[in-house]
C-alpha cells in the first residue's frame, strides 16, 4: 500500500492527486475521491431555526506533530478494515477563503465498496478526532467553530468490534 | 519545567498564560492558574477539554516530567 499524508498551507491539485492514485497499481480498479471546500455560511445550529451566518473567511490550526501521528494511525486502522491499495489525506492549515479546496481524502481499491466506506471512515475521523481546529472572520470578528453532533454520531458508526 | 500549549478557542484565554509552568501533573497546572485565569479554567473544566503529553492523549493525572509538552485541546473541528 501506498499511503500519502500532508498537511499543507498550499493548494493541492485534484486531478494530479487522483492520476497518482491511479497510477500506483494495475490492480486499482476504484478511485474514491472526496474534497472539502470552504462554504461562505456557517450553520449555527445552536439558535433558534439554525441560523445560515455568511463568513468572509476560514482559519485551520493544527498542533504539529501530533496531527500527522494521528492521521498514520488511522490511515493505518484503514488499512487494516479495507483492502486498499493507496490512500491519499491532504488537510491544509492557515487562512483560506468561501470556495477554497481544505481537505482531500481519496482512495484507491480493487473494489468500490473498500474505497467508498475507507474515504467516509477517513473523513468522518478527520472531522472528529484528528487535532485541527477551524475559526471563520465575520464582517471582521473572529470566532471559533462549534463541533457538531452529526458529526461525532457520523464517526460513531465505526465504533464497531473490531475498533479498539 | 513544562511546555504548556492551549489550541483553539483555548488559546484566546491564554495568551498572557507563560508557555512553561514548573507542575508534577496536569490538573496541577489546571490549579495553578485557577487564580490569575478563571475564564481559561472554566474552558478547562469542560468536560470535552482533552489534554495531551508528549502529543499523546492522557488523563489529567498523568505524570510530568522535566522538558515535557503538555497541551490542552478543545473539541477538533476540522475536515
Redesign the interface.
Known sequence: MTDRIRIQEQDFDLAEEYQLLRQTDSAVGAVVTFS?LVRDFEVNAEEAGSVMNSIDSLS????P??TE?LLEKIVEEANQRWNLIATTVI?RVGDLAPKDQ??LVGVASQHRADAFEAAQFL?DY??????????VKRNGEHQ????KAS?QQAAARWDGSDDK | MINVLFFGRLGDFAKQVPSTIEASTPAEIRELLAADFPELVRELNQPQVLVSVNKMIVGWDQPLFDGGEVAFLPPVTGG
Open positions: 472539502g485551520l490550526q493544527h498542533y506533530g501530533m501521528s488537510h481544505i481537505v473523513m478527520l472531522k472528529t478526532k484528528a487535532t485541527f481546529w477551524k475559526s471559533w467553530i462549534e463541533s458529526d
